[in-house]
């Protein structure tokens, strides 16, 4: 099977040369070496290609809080679902996310009862949508990271029509990260940061925090050398005691970020503390809908409240999986009550969940 | 009465998508079955692709399979419903090793479709038929009223004969066969993907949906001799789910080489595109075939032989230890397990 363009990314040869070079470096090492990444596509690549089977036992590479579906709270997910409900009413979101369970249920078992749910793959869809039904309420049930709010911003910013509103629970990546850094019982010894993140948002903000907390820090993308070789990257820096923000995806992260995107997240948004499922509020950790554009905001529009929720079911361990305490075969829930078709936590329903690829990937 | 309640009692779109959920549902549907096949053929409980009738006093059995087809759009690249409905109907008697003889036809329309449309895939259906040299011998139509069927959905049986000593089944695995995938996967539900409403995205690809009668013909003598164990085409839940259902239903491992699977350059990058899993996805005009390692060599050059089957490979073989699981050795040399594929491919959001 050829896959153009990553003859490189995907070549073995190379791999066993970083793999090597991986073990020389930490024979020289104090182990174990404890390496986080916070991102569910890295996450997907490690469990695709079955890299940790390629690696050491004392080097654990541990999945952070990098799945968009994962941590948006219950109480955003039971705002959807209220609002579902509603006749003449069109709840937009992408895939994954109308099955993540609720407070009670979840968007997909709405959907089953005869509600109007549609997955859409981009905000564009959405509009369209909004547009060819003029009598009724589209909303967009917005969640992501920085690489899916320039898009939803985008359309905002564009008269989009009168019947289009927007439930805004886009996620802040570097405040998520700098919470797990000061955690210094997690005992992390480097991270690998996410490719697309940094590519809208640049190196800088995450120069920060390696500076101030003095930990290494590699930006990487997707591919299972581009991981591997980030690995390499962050060993090298424990190994030489150096805590500086590396680019290994630098055919695509620019240093400075986009700057349109960059604007377009500014203009429309402003950041806010903000709940993470599992994790609890994070100071600047999530985006708002400016005041300018109320009329799209669904909060605004609609006065939904949601009194009571809740993130965490009894018995499951999702916010101590989503930040490298336990791994997801350590929950008890695991395998036995809690599988990819009944899922009872965030984790187990995304693709980019670590419950989830844990079950598809690995048999304990 | 079933203790199911809230929305475990409503029935999903991945109840018919070939993986753990369908399962379920078969189960639900079956279990209250008593008799279930005929002179100690193989019945209803196998879960294979057809049922045997053994003909007593003679050294042959009538092989049946039991078909619905539904596909949305109804046309799409490469095919519709109607070639689709033969395909399938004939490719699953060829899975048991029997040569495929005559087809039964169910055609059930929703009142207001075009007789212009139906003439089409009648006309497909018909010429398909025609060319895998099946005869039509009988059928029903119903029309439901608007709105309650979704344009037009068919059903079919196949009808197929073949030795009684022929044995090619999901539960025939023996460890140390090798393991032979005819062309290229996942091209026919990422045609239908990419060819579905709202996602616009424009490529050179077709659904792989062929008869496999050409294989078969090339493969008499194997499949008489009993070299060729286990056959089966990866529909729902592509050859993820099929070799699953290999590996539990003949209690055996199957180790499969990434770099070894045929993928077309297209289907890759729409499933990457779009975080879909090509090994899940379905082929219409695919086989698996589990063979006698010292014959692959063999077979293989025989199905390449075929205008179906150039790109076919051996993409890996059987095992004892881990008995009951699927492993794939990855581009870069890792392992990691493949699993039964869960419901519907969902792409994925960033």
């Known amino acids: 099977m050829e896959v153009p363009g990553t003859e490189i990314f995907r ?140 898009l939803i911003g985008y359309e905002i910013k564009n008269n989009p029509p009168s019947n289009f509103s927007v439930i805004c629970a886009h996620k802040l990546i570097p405040a998520a990260l700098e919470l797990l850094i000061s955690q210094s019982q997690l005992n992390i010894h480097g991270f690998i940061s996410p490719g697309h993140v940094s590519t809208i948002i640049g190196l800088k903000p995450f120069k920060l925090f390696s500076d101030a907390y003095k930990v290494p820090n590699v930006i990487a993308g997707f591919e299972p050398n581009d991981v591997l070789l980030g690995i390499l990257m962050l060993l090298k820096q424990i190994k030489e005691k150096k805590f500086e923000t590396l680019n290994e995806y630098s055919r695509v992260v620019k240093p400075e970020g986009n700057k349109i995107a960059q604007d377009i997240i500014n203009e429309v948004f402003e950041s806010i503390s903000s709940p993470w499922r599992g994790i609890g509020r994070i100071l600047d950790g999530g985006l708002v809908i400016r005041n300018k554009y109320n009329e799209f905001d669904a909060d605004k529009k609609f006065d939904i409240k949601i009194e009571k929720s809740q993130d965490i079911p009894p018995g499951c361990s999702c916010h101590l999986i989503m930040v490298g305490k336990l791994y997801p075969y350590q929950c008890k829930l695991f395998r036995k009550d809690c599988t990819p078709l009944n899922p009872i936590g965030p984790c187990m329903v995304s693709q980019e969940g670590t419950c989830s690829i844990y079950y598809n990937y690995y048999k304990e | 009465m079933s203790d199911r309640k809230g929305s475990f009692n409503l029935i999903r779109l991945a109840h018919g998508a070939g993986g753990v959920l369908q399962e379920e549902l078969i189960n639900f549907i079956t279990k209250n079955i008593t008799f279930k096949n005929v002179n100690e053929g193989i019945g209803v409980e196998e879960l294979d692709d057809g049922a045997t009738i053994p003909l007593e006093d003679y050294d042959q059995e009538i092989v049946v399979s039991a078909d619905g087809h ?201 499933c990457e595109m779009l975080g879909l899993d090509p090994y899940t996805i379905a082929c219409e005009g695919r086989a698996l075939l589990s063979v006698e390692s010292t014959k692959a060599e063999e077979i293989l050059s025989k199905i390449k032989s075929t205008s179906i089957g150039e790109k076919a490979e051996i993409i890996g073989e059987v095992g004892i230890e881990n008995p009951k699981k699927v492993f794939l050795k990855t581009l870069v040399g890792g392992t990691r397990f493949i699993d039964t594929p869960l419901g519907e491919p969902i792409p994925r959001i960033c």
């Open chain 1, 11 to 150: 070549n073995k040869e190379y791999a066993i040369k970083i793999v090597n070079s991986i073990k020389q470096i930490l024979k020289e090492l104090e182990k174990p070496i404890k390496i986080m990444h916070v991102c569910g596509t890295h996450e997907h690549t490690i469990s695709k290609y079955g890299l940790r089977s390629l690696l050491p036992r004392e080097l654990e590479i541990l999945s952070g809080p990098g799945c968009p579906v994962c941590v948006c709270p219950a109480a955003d997910i039971d705002k959807a679902i209220e609002l579902g409900k509603r006749k003449d009413t069109i709840i937009t979101t992408f895939g994954d996310m109308i099955r993540v369970p609720a407070s009670n249920i979840s968007l997909a078992e709405l959907k089953a009862e005869g509600a109007d749910i549609r997955i859409v793959y981009s905000p564009y869809e959405a509009i369209r949508i909004a547009k060819e039904n003029p009598n009724k309420e589209v909303i967009f049930f917005a969640i992501g990271f920085e690489t899916t709010a320039p």
């Open chain 2, 70 to 270: 539904t596909v949305y759009p109804l046309f799409f690249p490469g095919g519709n419903l109607g070639i689709l409905s033969v395909c399938g109907t004939v490719n699953d008697l060829i899975m048991m090793g029997a040569k495929p003889l005559a087809i039964t036809s169910i055609i059930i329309i929703e009142e207001g479709f075009k007789f212009d449309t139906l003439e089409k895939i009648i006309n497909s259906f018909n010429f398909k038929a025609k060319e895998a040299n099946l005869a039509i011998i009988a059928g029903d139509t119903k029309i439901m009223p608007r709105g309650t069927l979704n344009e037009m959905i068919m059903a079919t049986t196949g009808i197929g004969i073949k030795d009684k000593n022929i044995k090619i089944l999901d539960s025939n695995l023996k460890p140390g066969d090798k393991i032979i995938i005819t062309g290229s996967i996942g091209d026919h539900g990422t045609a239908l993907i990419s060819s579905r409403e709202g996602l616009n995205i424009s490529a050179d690809l077709k659904s792989d949906v062929e008869l496999l009668t050409e294989i078969y013909n090339q493969l008499h003598q194997e499949i008489n001799n009993n070299y060729i164990h286990a056959m089966k085409d990866p529909t729902r839940g592509g050859i993820a789910g099929s070799l699953n259902d290999w590996a539990k239903k003949s209690n055996v491992s199957i180790m499969i080489e990434e770099e070894k699977v045929p993928i077309k350059r297209q289907v890759h990058a729409i």
